[in-house]
Nanobody
């Protein structure tokens, strides 16, 4: 099983940027699809984005209310076993704990719900001040 460790969270002013990193370890980590979720205080976990094992496909939520598409960009570097989430134009509503996730399967419904995802990191806190 793959192990995940997030970093890069912190306090930023509205309109600012942060880049989150997720270090994956394990013998087959480069064969896993990777993604980011977030959970704001008092709210349910929310899917942010996913990237395929090769990096050739990315997926962002379809709903306009939830989508960070256009402001957030997921990427990965398989040579370094790293996944990144570049977050620009941050808003106070983006304040949340951000979790890295990994799974060998690429089903959009699974990533949308977060159910049955094989591996999770411990999370990194992002706080956006107004």
């Amino acid at each position: 099983q793959v192990q995940l460790v997030e970093s890069g969270g912190g306090l930023v002013q509205a309109g600012g940027s942060l880049r989150l990193s997720c270090a994956a370890s394990g013998r087959t980590s480069s064969s896993y699809n990777m993604g980011w979720f977030r959970q704001a205080p008092g709210k349910e976990r929310e899917f942010v984005s996913a990237i395929s094992a090769s990096g050739g496909k990315t997926y962002y939520p379809e709903t306009a209310a939830d989508s960070a598409k256009g402001r957030f960009t997921i990427s990965r570097d398989n040579a370094k076993n790293m996944v990144y989430l570049q977050m620009n134009s941050l808003e106070p509503e983006d304040t949340a704990v951000y979790f890295c996730a990994a799974d060998p399967l690429w089903y959009r419904s699974m990533w949308d719900s977060g159910k049955y995802i094989e591996a999770w990191g411990q999370g990194t806190l992002v706080t956006v001040s107004s």
